[in-house]
């Protein structure tokens, strides 16, 4: 092999190093940044997933709230004036709601 082909070889072997040297560099900090996205994607499913036990700890709270208020049982006061003797009249009595409104 002539010496000028030597060398054109060894710089293109060279040169070719040199790329994949950079190429390597270059996967390399695309792996750190798929690696932080991946670690921010974790992070952004546990905020989901706390955030949707929230919600449905709320959802069952209000389930039994709305079932506590839909009950037609309830305690009341009443008050009044009883014009037969003149005299203002109040008092405490358990109500059951026949109609709603």
Request: charged share 30%.
């Amino acid at each position: 092999m002539p010496v000028r082909d030597g060398r054109d070889t060894v710089e293109l072997i060279e040169t070719q190093a040199a790329e994949l040297s950079a190429l390597r560099e270059y996967l390399a900090a695309q792996n750190a940044s798929l690696e932080r996205v991946a670690a921010e994607f974790e992070t952004l499913e546990a905020a989901v997933a706390e955030e949707r036990a929230a919600w449905q700890k709320e959802a069952e709270k209000l389930s039994r709230q709305n079932r506590r208020l839909s009950s037609p049982w309830a305690v009341g006061l009443f008050g009044g004036y009883d014009p037969f003797r003149k005299e203002a009249v109040c008092g405490v009595g358990v109500t059951y709601a026949v109609i709603r409104f």
